[in-house]
């Protein structure tokens, strides 16, 4: 399986209402130092609607600049519409919506 293929594989899990970080993913693909390949991954998602790469954020609840499917705008509508909390200052609320599978990884 390509690198790319497990990352679009464990952004699949991620569930509604939950995200995950850039090194999160890269953690269970078992390259833990390739946050950005996860990036360059996600934006080349051939899957859209099938991987939910809306749910994937940097470690510190920002939202993605270049978001591919229509900007970080969208990213938030998104990601709002599917419950998830935002501070006053536009981040993803990590500590009530960060996605903790059973693999070892937490979050930041």
């Not at 995950?20 to 953690?27: C, E, L, M, P, T």
């Amino acid at each position: 399986m390509s690198f790319n293929d497990k990352v679009y594989e464990f952004v699949r899990q991620i569930p509604e209402g939950k995200v995950a970080s850039y090194g999160q993913i890269a953690f269970m693909t078992g390259s833990w130092r390739a946050s950005r390949a996860v990036g360059y991954a996600l934006h080349r998602n051939p899957y859209q609607g099938k991987v939910p790469c809306h749910r994937v954020v940097f470690k510190d609840g920002r939202l993605a600049t270049g978001f591919v499917f229509g900007g970080k705008d969208v990213q938030r509508q998104l990601l709002e519409s599917e419950g998830v909390e935002f501070t006053a200052d536009g981040r993803v609320a990590m500590d009530k919506c960060c996605w903790q599978p059973d693999q070892g990884c937490c979050c930041p």
